[in-house]
């Protein structure tokens, strides 16, 4: 396999049953499916819907910041985007595109028939539309939608929120149960229906990643939903967690909020750095560098992820010795980080590298994602931390983490396995243009947010001094080029489900993994006799 630092395994002995039952028909299909193929590709389609949805939001906030002063939005809209964007980008786009993707392809690289709680896979989709509804149903209701930031900090959304503060409740609810179904499934599946011969240490990275990432979803998705109570109580039932007034600390709910929030980062980002470490192989041909140091990284990146959440609050008045702590133990977790990066370019040293689309993705990933960690260094920083604080440089850095990041995975890993799941290869041309259209527009977008921020432009405002136009409107045309080069991508994906020259098993040259030794496109049922990994 691509990311094994052994003898590649050899398959002996899959059979494809021509008699096992195929999918059925209409509309049952996909509402009654247990099929871990049929789930990964609606938890897609979703993700991408969401991620549409969320753009266009975003694109509603740049054009009003556009240049200074009042535009197109009333403040108070303003500031249900800034929240709603963020709030469907990371829940409703990142996550389930990871879970669609990890639906996919972990059956197939670990050579297991279906993931192992089919039914509970079915369930935890089906109640994800749902909750996004109730979540976009605020937009409607009187009041409007959520208005406070996609953190939610109380008081603000307590004592200061709309109505519709108990429908998004709810919604993120419903989402956290669908995220732990979806984690206590993917354990259950790596851990149990492994195919015979293949030890943890010869999993692919992206295995690793998501079992590493589930177990994170597990831990921190009941800190959510814990919080999340609180502020219901709070605005309903009297109490006051969060009310000064009533003897509570709203800091609190910052302490809760990011003892989740920061694994919840990581959880974004792990499973992109398996998709890469399945991709940098291969256009490389190469073995992946350093293969057990990678999986060690994973686990030491998971591991610290619980002790540096404190690091979004080196403002609110924590003890000196407090910040020191937090200080360092974000840098710490640098290096685990520093090691991926070094792997990936060890892998592609010397090595007979080919530029084709998913590697284009990757290659952008590794250096736009180490900017974002760059600046999350200065962002570790306490004492200097206190003049970025609540400035765009962080809007900056936490972009060029997510978007080159885990949005430039998510994208990587379709155009290296579309081909599998269609089998059809795809459109190069148009997934070159797509890139480097998204390459320069999320630079143009989020590079002279650094400066502004710099200069000291606090976030989520609509308005701002002329100081900032220059930059703002540069900003805003690049997000306008990123968000239009992703209807190519959409286009690209419908026309290559459809048309095409036909993929082969491998689809691409230096491919090696289970996955690639089934036809393409994947049969409805891929392993019915399991594998053998020498």
């Not at 939001?57 to 303003?78: C, N, S, T, W």
Request: charged share 10%.
């Amino acid at each position: 396999m691509a990311t094994v630092d052994i003898d590649l395994p050899h398959v002996k002995d899959h059979d494809h049953d021509p008699h096992h039952h195929g999918p059925a028909k209409g509309i049952g299909r996909w509402l009654f499916t247990t099929n871990h193929k049929d789930i990964g590709s609606m938890y897609l389609i979703f993700s991408l819907c969401m991620f549409l949805i969320g753009g266009l939001m975003a694109l509603i906030i740049r054009a009003e910041l556009f240049q200074p002063g009042l535009q197109l939005v009333e403040p108070e809209f303003f500031n249900q985007m800034t929240t709603m964007h963020g709030l469907i980008m990371v829940f409703g786009a990142v996550m389930p595109a990871f879970v669609g993707l990890a639906n996919w392809m972990i059956p197939m690289m670990i050579g297991a028939p279906d993931m192992a709680l089919p039914r509970m896979n079915n369930w935890s989709f089906w109640i994800l539309p749902f909750a996004f509804l109730i979540l976009l149903s605020s937009l409607f209701m009187e009041g409007g939608a959520p208005n406070f930031g996609w953190t939610f900090y109380a008081p603000l959304s307590t004592t200061y929120g709309p109505p519709s503060t108990t429908y998004f409740i709810f919604g993120v609810h419903i989402m956290g149960i669908s995220s732990i179904m979806g984690a206590i499934n993917i354990i259950a599946t790596i851990l149990n229906l492994r195919a015979p011969g293949m030890t943890l240490m010869k999993m692919p990275l992206f295995v690793w990643t998501w079992l590493i990432t589930a177990f994170l979803l597990i831990a921190v998705m009941p800190v959510l939903a814990g919080v999340v109570t609180m502020m219901l109580m709070d605005i309903h039932f009297g109490t006051s967690f969060f009310n000064a007034a009533g003897g509570g600390d709203p800091v609190l709910f910052q302490h809760i909020f990011w003892f989740f929030g920061h694994p919840e980062v990581y959880i974004m980002i792990l499973p992109a750095f398996g998709i890469i470490s399945e991709i940098i192989p291969t256009f490389a041909r190469k073995r992946l560098f350093g293969y057990p140091s990678m999986v060690y990284a994973v686990a030491s990146i998971a591991l610290l992820s619980f002790i540096v959440w404190a690091h979004h609050m080196f403002t609110v008045g924590m003890p000196l010795v407090g910040e020191v702590f937090f200080m360092f133990a974000t840098m710490l977790i640098a290096v685990p980080t520093g090691v991926k990066v070094f792997n990936w370019v060890a892998t592609m040293f010397r090595g007979s590298m080919t530029f084709e689309t998913p590697m284009l993705f990757a290659l952008a990933f590794v250096v736009l994602f180490t900017i974002g960690g760059f600046s999350g260094l200065m962002l570790a920083i306490a004492p200097v931390d206190f003049q970025y604080h609540d400035t765009y440089f962080v809007v900056a850095h936490f972009h060029y983490v997510l978007v080159p990041g885990a949005v430039f995975g998510i994208m990587a890993g379709v155009y290296y396995w579309l081909p599998k799941w269609t089998g059809h290869v795809l459109n190069e041309s148009l997934g070159k243009f797509h890139f480097w259209m998204s390459f320069v527009g999320v630079n143009i977008t989020f590079f002279p947010m650094h400066f502004v921020g710099l200069a000291g432009m606090p976030r989520r405002i609509p308005d701002y001094a002329l100081q900032f136009a220059d930059f703002n409107s540069i900003a805003s045309v690049g997000a306008f080029i990123f968000g239009l080069s992703q209807l190519i991508f959409v286009y690209n994906i419908i026309h290559n489900a459809r048309v095409g020259e036909k993929a082969t098993a491998q689809v691409w040259d230096g491919a090696h993994g289970l996955e690639w030794t089934v036809p393409s496109p994947a049969p409805y049922h891929t392993f019915s006799t399991p594998p053998k990994v020498d």
